[in-house]
């Protein structure tokens, strides 16, 4: 899991009580006006039952400036169909979508494809490579939409590729490369537009796990870099927890859950997030700070540590009562990891022990 120090940024993407129905009459369910409703899951039910789908229901979340927030659920949960509602490939039947505060559903086609391609980038399971390109022209294609110059493409699309690691491949045709490749292709196409909000539905759902892993490394290596507003699909848990800033939880088309990764796993919202969290490997995921105590009594003695070093490594020293002292990045002292702090925010439904977040990062 990732660990940083930084607070949450302004919001870039604001996804507000967003319903996607399919069905022979969506509207009917919704009055211009209606904005909100006390009791979305009554509500699903209802259109559910007058023959209708009902692919997302009252989904609302916001994306921060530089975060990585990642939307998991099962397979049919209404991921797919919430990131494309967000750059309106599919239209939302109600609800709002704020980018840098405007509401897309406002826009017109045209202001919106103007969106789509100069702030928005994609990337597919699929890939969506386009076969008889080789890799940089299928990488500068979306620039020549932008109505870019030749040179500016080329230098633009050189860039990308260097970033991606593809250096060398760029004559190659899609069929040439392996499947860890053709996604970063379509990696580096989707960045070539040097886009300010960035969807991944289930980039790497299609690879090997070995490759898999790889990829989410380049991939948390290119954000670092990049510090892009990012919504990033997946239906793997594990996938979930090692790249997230925050994750939302669906199912059945609604969110059940939004936090950090920690936040879900040491306060699970109910059965179903739990199902998914029992059996994450707690000793490498939670970090001295979360399971921190104030400091009390003597330290003398004690072993010191930094905030973000893993519980695993904590726990021989955490067979004494006193335990570890915790100090932050600028060496301060922080609080103390003990045993019985362990215990208590591994228990169900107890506190966080640092709720804040402000301390530990995300
Ligand atoms: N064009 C469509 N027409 C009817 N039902 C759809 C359509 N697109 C998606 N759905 C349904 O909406 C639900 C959510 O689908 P999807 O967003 O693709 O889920 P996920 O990406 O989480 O697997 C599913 O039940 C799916 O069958
Ligand atoms: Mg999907």
Redesign the pocket.
């Known amino acids: 899991m990732k660990s940083t120090h930084t607070d949450l940024g302004p919001v870039r993407l604001s996804c507000r009580n967003v319903w996607k129905v399919y069905g022979p009459h969506p509207d009917r369910f919704f009055t211009p006006v209606s904005t909100g409703t006390d009791d979305p899951a009554a509500k699903a039910a209802g259109i559910r039952a007058k023959g209708h789908i009902v692919a997302n229901a009252d989904v609302s979340f916001d994306v921060h400036e530089g975060e990585i927030f990642v939307i998991m659920g099962l397979s049919g949960s209404g991921?797919?169909t919430i990131v494309r509602c967000l750059s309106r490939l599919v239209e939302p039947t109600a609800g709002a979508i704020l980018l840098d505060g405007e509401d897309l559903l406002k826009k017109s086609t045209a202001e919106l494809i103007e969106i789509r391609r100069h702030k928005m980038g994609m990337v597919f399971q699929s890939f969506g490579l386009m076969p008889h390109l080789n890799v940089i022209d299928n990488i500068a294609f979306p620039l020549k939409l932008q109505g870019l110059g030749e040179d500016e493409r080329r230098a633009r699309a050189a860039r990308v590729i260097e970033l991606v690691g593809l250096t060398g491949r760029e004559r190659n045709f899609p069929n040439e490369l392996s499947g860890g490749q053709q996604q970063r292709v379509g990696i580096a196409r989707s960045l070539a537009v040097e886009p300010d909000v960035w969807f991944l539905?289930?980039p790497f759902s299609a690879l090997d796990p070995l490759i898999r892993k790889q990829m989410q490394d380049e991939f948390l290596r290119i954000q670092a870099k990049l510090r892009k507003s990012i919504v990033f699909?997946t239906h793997d848990f594990q996938e979930a927890l090692r790249i997230a800033d925050r994750m939302a939880i669906m199912r059945d088309g609604a969110v059940v859950q939004i936090g950090r990764p920690i936040d879900l796993i040491l306060n699970p919202a109910d059965d179903y997030i739990r199902a998914f969290t029992q059996d994450v490997p707690w000793e490498s995921i939670l970090r001295a700070i979360d399971i921190m105590e104030p400091a009390a009594g003597s330290m003398e003695g004690l072993r010191r540590v930094a905030e973000d070093a893993p519980v695993a490594s904590l726990l021989p020293d955490l067979g004494s009562a006193a335990g570890v002292i915790v100090e932050g990045l600028d060496g301060a002292v922080l609080g103390m990891a003990t045993a019985r702090g362990l215990a208590a925010s591994l228990a169900p439904g107890c506190a966080v022990a640092n709720p804040s977040g402000s301390a530990s990062g995300k």
Do not use: F, L, N, Q
Request: proline share 0%.
């Open positions: 991921k797919s539905d289930e699909i």
